[in-house]
């Protein structure tokens, strides 16, 4: 078994929860995983296109622009510039929502490490960090710095949420693609349960305004499944409306209507230049960000 392997194991989200302060969950991910992988794959965070030049003989192949290649039978190579002081803004949802589990580690929960390793992974690179927690409206505001105290400012605030309330994705993300002027990368960490044309129409705002956006889209494995069987009743978790049903009858069409909300997604997130990752809260977490990030660097 390889060491990735056996950290992966080690990382498993059960094991996460019991861990003490998310500092520790945040130092035990990044620097006893990650830290282990060449920069170059989490450097994508700091670096904008700069333009083209043609290729020479000896430069990573990575790079070639196939696009132009396709459509000019000639050879160039994609030119990126590092950035200094990146600012990067952390979108969390907490609508009820996001309380889900039906295992040991809810959607939120899981939305939070996620936060937390991406805080101390940047803040490590001096890129500076803020947050921005919300559920129908704004409910906390970080604004971005790079220190070590800020660093535990963030991780504290992580650390004591509020309760959330419904969702009301898409007016949020217009309210905040607003606010913020200066060229950032937005981080946007949701389980997404809006209608995706409208919850988009709110990422392309960011995209007006230039911003690189990233989602990561956190979903419990029963809502991709749906694997109950027998009568249950189903409990909207932010308007408490009930619905009692048998779950095999139920399955073939909310599987296919997830099935169909997932592609929308996924197609309209490719469409508009936006990053999207999905992660199930049972995915071992080391490995989660381990794929993400290896995938995010072979695009640059």
Known sequence: ??????????????????????YLVAKTVVEGFISGLHRSLYRGFSV????????????????????VFGRTDRTYIRVFREETNVKTHLLLDISRSMEYSSGPVSKKQYAIWLAACLSYLMISQKDAVGLVVFDTDIRRLVKPASTTSHLHHLLSNLEHLPGGTTTSLSSVLHLIASNIKRRSLIILISDLLDEPEEVIRGLVHFRHHHH????????????????????????????GERLDGDGLALRAG???????????????????NISYARAITRTPFDYFLYQYLSLRARTF
């Open 1 to 22: 078994m390889s060491s990735g392997q056996q950290s992966s194991r080690l990382l498993d989200p059960k094991v996460l929860s019991k861990l003490s302060g998310l």
């Open 48 to 67: 904008e296109f700069a333009g083209h030049r043609e290729y020479v003989a000896g430069d990573d192949l990575r790079y070639l622009d196939w696009k």
């Open 212 to 239: 690189e956006i990233i989602v990561f889209h956190i979903l419990d494995p029963a809502e991709l499944e749906f694997s109950f069987t027998g009568q249950f009743q189903f409990l909207d978790m932010e308007t």
């Open 254 to 272: 909310y599987q296919k209507a997830m099935a169909n909300f997932l592609h929308r997604y996924q197609k309209q997130c490719a469409a508009n």
